[in-house]
């Protein structure tokens, strides 16, 4: 079977912009989650998505949104991006409730 | 709120030698613990899990057990070779709708020849 892809892996964007980031979980899988990665704060969960609707989210602002499709996969968007975006942005899918996830390789993400 | 505390690192070691990196947890249930590996330039891998307390994990080596009473998951390899030089990190996770991986920092393992 096929990973968890993700496109595009590298993005450079100025600030202000928005950014739409896509995820493709591993085929049957139904739930998508997405994380970001820095140096500072670590890894932290940004939303959970199961069959087409947000299941969990976690604390960031409203600039942060997402959406899951019928075919499971997801996209992310960050719009009036700032410094601070910058980051790995992980998707991560599972068969569906109480089920280990498995990671994509990410989306670098630099904010200029 | 649930919490996971991993040792800090970096860690060095030569190859062969023997590892272990330390995770605590705080939970307000009973979650299932991982561990996941990141090489540089990477997403995560899974390591190994476990679901229950008393349950070990175990993979390529490595392998960690429940412990409820200590509230630990410590990761541990009899042998380390050059190719685990990685970044790992434990979690923990309830599934359902409160299904996101709460992490620890993160311990980076540099393995030396």
């Known amino acids: 079977k096929a990973g968890v892809t993700q496109t595009p892996r590298y993005l450079i964007k100025t600030r202000g912009q928005q950014v739409t980031l896509s995820c493709s979980p591993i085929?049957?899988?139904?739930?998508v989650s997405w994380y970001q990665q820095t140096p500072g704060q670590g890894l932290q969960f940004l939303f959970e998505y199961f069959s087409e609707t947000q299941r969990n989210k976690g604390n960031f602002p409203g600039r942060f949104s997402g959406r899951q499709f019928s075919n499971s996969r997801s996209e992310m968007n960050v719009s009036t991006l700032e410094l601070g975006d910058s980051a790995l942005y992980l998707c991560?899918?599972?068969?569906?409730?109480?089920?280990?996830?498995?990671f994509g390789p990410g989306t670098r993400l630099l904010v200029l | 709120g649930d919490s996971v505390t991993q040792m800090e690192g970096p860690v060095t070691l030569s190859e062969e030698a023997f590892l272990t990196i330390n995770c605590t947890y705080t939970?307000?249930?009973?979650?299932?613990l991982f561990w996941y590996v990141q090489y540089p330039g990477e997403g995560l891998q899974l390591l190994l899990k476990?679901?229950?307390?008393?349950d070990k994990g175990s993979n390529k080596g490595f392998e960690a057990t429940y412990r409820k009473e200590t509230t630990s998951f410590h990761l541990e390899k009899g042998s380390v070779q050059v190719s685990d030089s990685a970044v790992y990190f434990c979690?923990?996770?309830?599934?359902?709708?409160?299904?996101?991986?709460?992490f620890g920092k993160g311990t980076k393992l540099s393995v030396k020849p």
């Open positions: 085929s049957g899988h139904r739930s």
């Open positions: 979690a923990l996770n309830y599934g359902g709708s409160q299904g996101n991986l709460i």
């Open positions: 991560a899918s599972s068969p569906g409730a109480q089920e280990t996830q498995y």
């Open positions: 476990a679901t229950k307390a008393d």
């Open positions: 939970a307000t249930g009973y979650p299932s």
